[in-house]
């Protein structure tokens, strides 16, 4: 049922009998990048931030939330690796190991 990644300023509402039914369908995806669930409940907040497989899950607000600082990308078919200022300067960088013996 969900098979199509939208990029935009989308919200698809699909209604569900149960939580177990829609956390089912939303992992049944092959992209995963953000999640949003919308509740009065923290528990099920929390829940369904555990049971749902998204590089970013939003509970109670828009999914163009976002800070640089924190890791942004998606699991699955959703990008590849992660953006944000510690992520950028590890694509940035090459490690080199120096050693020296200093005991001649």
Do not use: H, W
């Not at 969900?2 to 569900?16: A, K, R, W």
């Not at 995963?32 to 590089?55: E, I, P």
């Not at 990308?73 to 490690?95: C, D, H, L, Q, Y």
């Amino acid at each position: 049922m969900l098979t199509e990644e939208i990029f935009g300023p989308v919200m698809s509402i699909i209604p569900f009998a149960t939580l177990d039914e829609a956390v089912r369908a939303a992992n049944d995806s092959v992209y995963a990048l953000q999640a949003g669930v919308f509740t009065t409940s923290l528990d099920t907040g929390f829940q369904l931030a555990r049971q749902l497989v998204a590089g970013a899950v939003v509970v109670n607000e828009t999914s163009d939330y976002r800070i640089d600082a924190l890791p942004f990308g998606g699991f699955k078919s959703s990008g590849i690796g992660r953006e944000g200022v510690r992520f950028a300067v590890e694509a940035m960088t090459e490690p080199k190991n120096v050693i020296v013996n200093l005991g001649c």
